[in-house]
């Protein structure tokens, strides 16, 4: 009977577990949304650091964490990306871990737009600590964790349409494959293809507003993920403040702020949950963070030492 209800347990959690690690903070990590946006910012390198912890209400929290590097024209101009990404969940710490190496190419058709296809090739582990479950009986499960490979593409579209209005839009496909994804060996468990289609279009209204609004539709399995908002961008000289306000439907509301320099962009959200869920967890969400770090390359300019000596004649 404990193993019984341990399982049903154990179902429920492992369900979110074949749901992807999603954030509501969409523009930090790119390759979450799209392989194809890697090397997408106008800096030659991007380190992006985010975590999201939730549902501290009920149990004990899920956490999820994704850390993000990218490099623009590495090889043979290919903008190349590093993510790795983890959850926790669960007394008895389900976790999955996953590492991605993701590769894109940009191709230019006009001087005011651009088009890049991306791939993205990925290893991922899931597993679950027994020894934090107490059972009134001794319990022999079959796994305590398995790797699975996984394989993701997609492109993504972006062209100025005037002086101040730039927008773009992309499509990815996660797990290709449709890797298997079960602890008891189950053949007819699998990681469901996931679906990413987005829309962002920001307009500079004068010199201190730019107005960026984003919309991201996500369908994995039977389950589907509307997510609408604003992010403005607000000039003050020396720092730009970003607030932000997000919906998803029939889910949270999203509520959050910025903080952006020359080289690092801090933003920190809340959701608020509004869904059947609520109940239990008091319309409380969860905290969410990320830092992004941008630089460039040092480019070294070789000196000519002119002599100044007079040339000799004699």
């Not at 579209?157 to 890797?179: D, E, M, Q």
């Not at 468990?189 to 679906?195: A, D, G, I, S, T």
């Not at 963070?289 to 000596?309: A, E, G, Q, R």
Request: charged fraction near 20%; glycine fraction near 6%.
């Amino acid at each position: 009977m404990k193993r019984i209800i341990f399982l049903i347990l154990m179902s429920h959690t492992f369900f979110m577990f074949t749901q992807d690690i999603h954030f509501s903070q969409i523009f930090g990590d790119n390759i979450i949304i799209n392989p194809a946006k890697i090397g997408s910012s106008n800096n030659d390198y991007r380190f992006c650091i985010q975590r999201k912890s939730q549902w501290k209400s009920i149990g004990a929290p899920y956490t999820s964490f994704s850390s993000t590097y990218e490099s623009k024209n590495l090889l043979n101009r290919l903008n190349v990306g590093i993510q790795f990404l983890s959850d926790k969940s669960g007394d008895g710490q389900l976790q999955q871990h996953i590492v991605n190496l993701g590769l894109s190419k940009n191709y230019k058709f006009h001087d005011k737009d651009d088009f890049s296809l991306g791939l993205l090739f990925g290893l991922g582990q899931l597993s679950i600590d027994y020894s934090n479950l107490i059972f009134e009986t001794p319990e022999n499960f079959m796994n305590s964790n398995f790797l699975y490979p996984d394989l993701s593409a997609g492109f993504h579209y972006s062209i100025l349409l005037s002086n101040s209005i730039k927008s773009g839009f992309g499509c990815a496909v996660y797990h290709i494959t449709k890797p298997k994804y079960s602890l008891y060996n189950d053949k007819n468990v699998f990681l469901n293809r996931k679906n990413n289609f987005y829309f962002d279009l920001s307009q500079d209204y004068n010199d201190d507003l730019k107005i960026i609004y984003k919309a991201l539709y996500s369908k994995q399995g039977n389950t589907q993920e509307l997510l609408l908002g604003i992010h403005p961008n607000i000039d003050l000289e020396e720092i730009i403040i970003n607030p932000m306000l997000f919906y998803r439907l029939k889910d949270a509301y999203v509520f959050g702020i910025g903080f952006k320099t020359n080289h690092i962009n801090f933003n920190i959200s809340y959701d608020i949950n509004i869904s059947d869920l609520n109940i239990a967890s008091t319309s409380r969400g969860g905290f969410e963070f990320s830092i992004v770090y941008l630089w460039n390359k040092k480019y070294n300019h070789k000196k000519y030492n002119i002599d100044p000596k007079c040339p000799n004649f004699i």
